[in-house]
């Protein structure tokens, strides 16, 4: 084992853990020094991240910056890391959101401050894990180590009554489909004797081990996501979690399971992925349809912007399972793209409520005539959130439409109806709030968004805009994976 002298990835996975450990020898009465520590550890973790994307080769679908270490002596697991093209863009949007939690969480929290900013260290320090990891035990385990800090957010941190309720309900939903998905590796590792990804990318599974293993790895991802009908413990877990909370939750967390259909799913059982493609499409489509009309009857902010999310997320497993290289580049970069708009969204209803403290739609209009500069934010984050032409998530619903056209025509139509759906929740969202008589009867101050936060929105206003005007700058990255990808299934 050979320790490089600089591995951007190496000090991407440990900057945060050490974060943490200089937290804990930061005195709790100190608040204002402890957030000044977890800023610049995120800051600095951000930055190697960077250090990453710089020296990442784009011409190659091997994994990069590896680090092995071996774990388990006369058992053949590893803890390895390494990024391809895939989960590349992954982790730099974790460290980037990481700081725009911390600066968003600045006098919001005011109880258990380092506890709280200690959570979201080591909810970075586990996706970080989670993206990079090429050993299959080591992914699970991070897999499910986001729970434990993200359940601590909510049912310590949250904003309503029935935050411990939603917490349980976030714990319970993704450890059950988990725990298959953990039999699932079990059934893998005596199989083949290894849990490394690389060499399990080799191996050839019988087809009906094939179509078991696949559904239990399924219902570990399917629930990450989240696919229609696991999708219950969502809109709970958004409503009743911190704006940072919100955040990190929309952004990265329901990333996963995307991640883990494209990492495992797909090469590891590629004819069952065949085979289960009717049956995915089938979810996702009610998914698309169900969740844009569920979104309409809402009555809370962040539950519209949870279906919302839901909807996003079975355009892109319908891009995943096109099993056509535009169909998984377009989900790709559309799962980026919610990441930024998505968080965008609630980090504006954050807005909202520090102010007035309550989310209930019918209690805010007209707030352009006293919240011009939030207007103007909201509504460009809106009409990205539809896929307006321009922005980054039109670029990821065409490229999957593209993709799945050439798969199943009768697929692609009906999950265009999930754009116009999307662009109706989010018209009409922003004409409730923005436009319309103020109702002062409700609301006595009003204030418009404050420098931090102008601040903070300008980069993900800057971001959405670059994607959508040079998608290229991702695709160039991840093409040659994803044709690795393709490759495995063996089409």
């Avoid at 729970?147 to 917490?167: E, N, T, V």
């Avoid at 799962?335 to 403290?357: E, T």
């Avoid at 009906?414 to 759906?421: F, H, K, Q, T």
């Amino acid at each position: 084992m050979t320790i490089e002298l600089f591995n951007p990835l190496l000090l991407t996975s440990l900057t945060p853990f050490l974060g943490v450990i200089i937290l804990y020898f930061t005195p709790s009465s100190n608040v204002y020094l402890c957030r000044l520590v977890v800023l610049y550890v995120s800051c600095l973790t951000f930055i190697w991240s960077l250090f990453i994307w710089i020296g990442f080769d784009s011409n190659t679908s091997l994994f990069q910056f590896t680090y092995t270490v071996n774990w388990l002596k006369g058992w053949n697991i590893y803890y390895t890391i390494g990024i391809d093209g895939i989960s590349l863009f992954f982790i730099l949007l974790t460290t980037f959101l990481t700081i725009i939690c911390v600066l968003i969480s600045w006098n919001s929290i005011q109880t258990l401050v380092k506890e709280y900013l200690a959570c979201f260290l080591l909810l970075e320090f586990c996706l970080i894990q989670v993206f990079s990891v090429l050993d299959l035990l080591f992914f699970y385990i991070f897999f499910e180590s986001v729970l434990i800090p993200m359940f601590l957010i909510i049912g310590i941190w949250g904003s309503r009554l029935r935050k411990i309720r939603a917490a349980y309900q976030l714990f319970l939903y993704t450890l059950i489909g988990s725990l298959l998905m953990l039999l699932g590796l079990i059934c893998v590792y005596f199989q083949t004797g290894t849990t490394d990804i690389q060499l399990l990318w080799q191996v050839q599974f019988s087809d009906f081990r094939q179509l078991i293993l696949w559904l239990a790895f399924f219902a570990g991802f399917a629930v990450k996501i989240p696919m229609v009908p696991f999708h219950i413990w969502l809109p709970e877990a958004h409503a009743e979690a911190p704006t940072a909370g919100s955040v990190i939750l929309a952004g990265i967390l329901l990333k996963i399971g995307g991640f883990g259909f494209l990492r495992f799913s797909l090469p590891l059982f590629p004819s069952a992925s065949i085979f289960f493609t009717p049956f995915v499409f089938s979810l996702s489509l009610i998914a698309v349809i169900y969740a844009s009309l569920t979104t309409l009857r809402q009555v809370d902010l962040k539950k519209i912007i949870a279906y919302s999310s839901v909807s996003h997320m079975g355009f892109v497993t319908i891009g995943i399972f096109s099993l056509t290289l535009q169909g998984i580049e377009g989900s790709l970069l559309l799962m980026i793209s919610h990441g930024l708009v998505s968080s965008a969204l609630f980090l504006c209803i954050g807005i909202l409520y520090d102010r007035h403290k309550t989310r209930i739609i019918k209690y805010y209009n007209g707030l352009i005539q006293v919240m011009p500069i939030f207007g103007i934010f909201f509504l460009f984050f809106s009409f990205a959130n539809l896929g307006f032409p321009g922005t980054s998530s039109f670029i990821g619903e065409f490229l999957v439409l593209f993709g799945t056209f050439q798969s199943s025509v009768f697929v692609t139509i009906l999950a265009s109806l999930g754009m116009i759906l999307g662009a109706a929740y989010s018209i009409w969202l922003f004409n409730r709030i923005i436009f319309g008589a103020l109702k002062i009867e409700y609301f006595s101050f009003f204030q418009d968004i404050s420098r931090r936060e102008f601040w903070i929105l300008c980069p993900l206003v800057l971001l959405i805009l670059w994607l959508g005007l040079h998608p290229n700058s991702l695709l160039d990255e991840l093409h040659f994976s994803t044709i690795n990808l393709i490759e495995h299934l063996k089409i």
